[in-house]
């Protein structure tokens, strides 16, 4: 199939948003399809080289990249956090218009939208009168109001926000009619399931947000060495975004029972970094945690391999990479259950706190602390659950995967599902 794929955000080698575009449009022409890729030009360094050092795989020779700039203007404004709506907005328009010209030489059998994966971000590609799915999309999420003092800057980072959102999907004609003209919307968590079925997408699917490239997994589930006479290593790893969690993470910890010998490494860096400090301070962890600052992606295997427990208790998340990226490699997950963490972090893989009170909420995550020390047979079972677990999803069979799923669901798209025949060229 002649596929157009939108990944606003796609960039080889690199989390998040950037490494999912990548991976859905190399797994798609892995499956057979022609791939016509939209994109910016951010990562276009990165691509074209993967490229050029893979000109003799079939694969890459059925990806063409399609690179879209907006104004300077525009690309100035996007170092601020309104400007980033802007920028995608501008974009998309381009989008839009370069895939209906482009749509007129090569006939597009279908059209996928990737990235943004925010379902109030919304795509133009809709107007290409094409079979359009979407997702899988993240948007419907909202932060507890319990927990609104372990998120710095609440008005600007939530109230805001949610504004914002509630403008997009009111009067941004994109959202809904996007929504309900897709044959199919994939989805990666509950909330936003709830919210594209009330802006009335007809055909909502749940699904997978993060799977890992095959290369990820180890062979085998990697044990760590025994608890006995050494600190309980605990991992968080995130950029220092307000709604991550950081602040929420070291208030639990401070309330450890004080026999509980721990350690906390914290890796990332963003716009709370400043804070950090103050908080390990008020906690009394001075002496407990390490702050490491950025790490290279290609650094943080070693990270998860290198600790216990992996602890993030992000406010607001879609589905955060590193609960797949810790499973897949055997470490066991300390979170909160909402959001994608409810959906996609089985109970055996790890211990999801209930969003209470912050007094209630801070206390139970101290004692999942507690006990996972005092049972490492326990903490060792959830690394192995989840090391399981992830297994499935491998990108080598994800993808293929997710468009058979997709086909049955909706017959206008039955185009994406691989054949043997597809298969066999690869």
């Keep these: 199939m002649k596929l157009l794929l939108s990944a606003y955000a796609c960039a080889p080698n690199r989390g998040s948003e950037e490494g999912n575009g990548f991976n859905w449009l190399w797994e798609a022409a892995a499956l057979g399809h022609e791939v016509w890729c939209l994109t910016t030009p951010r990562g276009q360094e990165a691509l074209d080289q993967l490229l050029a050092e893979r000109a003799a795989d079939p694969v890459a020779r059925r990806i063409h990249p399609v690179y879209i700039d907006v104004p300077a203007a525009i690309n100035y404004a996007y170092r601020w956090q309104p400007g980033v709506y802007l920028h995608y907005i501008a974009w998309q ?159 639990a910890l401070g309330q450890v029972d004080k026999r509980v010998n721990f350690h906390l490494d914290i890796m990332g860096d963003g716009p709370v970094g400043p804070q950090v400090p103050g908080w390990i301070a008020e906690a009394g962890l001075t002496d407990r945690v390490t702050w490491h600052g950025s790490v290279p992606y290609e650094a943080t295997r070693a990270a998860y391999l290198g600790h216990d427990l992996f602890m993030l208790c992000s406010l607001r998340d879609t589905y955060a990479n590193q609960y797949m990226e810790s499973m897949a490699l055997g470490l066991p997950i300390l979170t909160l259950d909402h959001h994608g963490a409810t959906d996609f972090i089985p109970d055996d893989a790890g211990i999801k706190v209930p969003v209470q009170s912050a007094a209630e909420t801070v206390a139970a995550l101290a004692r999942a602390v507690e006990r996972l020390y005092d049972d490492p047979t326990a903490l060792e079972g959830m690394g192995r659950a989840g090391f399981a677990y992830a297994a499935q999803y491998k990108l080598s069979k994800f993808v293929g995967g997710i468009y058979r799923q997709v086909a049955a669901a909706a017959p206008e798209l039955a185009g994406l599902a691989p054949s043997e025949e597809l298969k066999s060229v690869n």
């Design 93 to 251: 328009y381009r989008a839009w218009r370069v895939a209906k010209a482009l749509d007129a030489q090569v006939n597009f059998g279908a059209v996928h939208h990737v990235t943004y994966n925010s379902l109030q971000m919304a795509s133009w590609l809709w107007r290409l009168n094409k079979p359009l799915l979407l997702g899988p999309l993240g948007g419907g999420m909202v932060a507890p109001a319990a927990l609104r003092q372990y998120l710095p800057d609440w008005f600007k980072t939530e109230t805001v926000r949610n504004a914002i959102s509630g403008l997009l999907t009111t009067f941004d004609p994109n959202v809904r009619q996007g929504l309900r003209h897709a044959a199919l919307v994939l989805v990666a968590n509950g909330d936003t399931a709830a919210l594209a079925r009330q802006l009335g997408a007809p055909k909502v699917l749940l699904t997978m947000s993060a799977p890992l490239p095959d290369s990820y997994f180890p062979a085998a589930y990697t044990p760590r060495p025994a608890l006995a006479g050494r600190p309980l290593r605990i991992l968080w790893l995130a950029r220092l975004f307000p709604r991550k969690g950081l602040h929420l993470t070291l208030a």
